[in-house]
């Protein structure tokens, strides 16, 4: 490679307007959406009474498409080699964004416990930490089973939990409780995962310098 494709290629990394980054700006836009429809469902009189059950499947509809979103961007990025400094730096910040906003209005609405939004959020709050730690020790630490499996959870629960609702005597809080409860549990396992294996490479990383220095 020349130094002109060098250039070219580092230019690259620093792009914003590309699809993915355009789907991580549109998933943004959809917070608002989720919170706002959700909030009127408290709204008891004037132009938005009965409108409850409508609310909610708004808000559960609107997050389904965020969380979808979430895929593609993150898909096309890698497939087309479209991974840029922004991106990376913007998609978690949506992810979070998105997750927390929705866990607080759903607890504002007391559709869950006040110890599984602490242990969640405390979970995105402590991970984000590490991750950081890991980026600036230069640390490739990738996503494992557990918290791709804490993730799906969250997301299959979350919507279940917006709509609030018994379709065809499916019931849809009661299976969003489940499934928000079993995200908690990896979450916690996850983030102990997390930490032994930054902090095995950060021991490492120490013998190895210890050794060299010698």
Do not use: C
Not at 48 to 60: D, P, V
Not at 150 to 169: C, E, H, S, V, Y
Not at 189 to 199: D, P, Q
């Amino acid at each position: 490679m020349d130094q002109q494709d060098t250039t070219h290629g580092k230019a690259d990394e620093w792009q914003i307007d590309n699809l993915p980054n355009r789907l991580t700006f549109f998933r943004i836009f959809l917070i608002p959406i989720i919170i706002t429809s959700l909030w009127l469902t408290t709204f008891k009189t004037g132009w938005f009474y009965g409108m409850e059950k409508t609310l909610n499947y708004l808000a559960a509809w609107t997050f389904v498409l965020a969380s979808i979103t979430d895929f593609f961007d993150g898909y096309i990025a890698r497939k087309r080699k479209l991974i840029t400094v922004f991106g990376s730096f913007l998609d978690p910040i949506a992810d979070k964004f998105l997750v927390v906003s929705s866990l607080i209005i759903l607890l504002g609405l007391g559709r869950l416990s006040p110890l599984l939004v602490i242990i969640l959020v405390t979970r995105e709050m402590y991970i984000t930490a590490l991750r950081l730690l890991a980026i600036e020790r230069g640390f490739k630490m990738p996503v494992g089973n557990l918290g791709k499996f804490k993730t799906t959870f969250q997301m299959i629960g979350i919507p279940l939990l917006m709509a609030n609702d018994r379709p065809f005597g499916i019931p849809m809080y009661e299976i969003g409780m489940i499934t928000i409860s079993l995200a908690a549990l990896f979450s916690v396992y996850s983030a102990g995962e997390y930490s032994f294996k930054l902090f095995q490479k950060m021991k490492n990383f120490r013998g190895q310098a210890k050794s060299k220095s010698l």
